[in-house]
Nanobody, 124 residues
Framework: QVQLVESGGGLVQAGGSLRLSCAAS????????MGWFRQAPGKEREFVSY????????YYADSVKGRFTISRDNAKNTVYLQMNSLKPEDTAVYYC?????????????????WGQGTQVTVSS
């Protein structure tokens, strides 16, 4: 089992920045690839970003490319999402997820464990 706890969400004005953290506990963190997803009210959960177990591979949704940066610190069992130039359309609950052997990185069902989510609200 892997337990994931997100933090760092909040209310920010458009153009501002936030850094989300996802702390993992349980089984070996550095054997899992990690993803960030988000879900806005009335919408499906959508892929935001992915990082491989080593940190050597990262992927981003087109909507966040160039504004968001994913990283991980395996010594601290933590993955981060640095979000810059935030827009009102980034408003959502953000979830981190862990998966072993993730192949389709943007598909939620490919991940094994999920956090409870953290709210990000961007005002215009």
């Amino acid at each position: 089992q892997v337990q994931l706890v997100e933090s760092g969400g909040g209310l920010v004005q458009a153009g501002g920045s936030l850094r989300l953290s996802c702390a993992a506990s349980g089984r070996t963190f550095n054997s899992y690839a990690m993803g960030w997803f988000r879900q806005a009210p009335g919408k499906e959960r959508e892929f935001v970003s992915y990082i491989s177990w080593s940190g050597g591979a990262t992927y981003y949704a087109d909507s966040v490319k160039g504004r968001f940066t994913i990283s991980r610190d395996n010594a601290k069992n933590t993955v981060y999402l640095q979000m810059n130039s935030l827009k009102p359309e980034d408003t959502a609950v953000y979830y981190c997820a862990a998966g072993a052997g993730v192949t389709l990185v943007s598909v939620p069902t490919r991940y094994d464990y999920w956090g409870q989510g953290t709210q990000v609200t961007v005002s215009s």
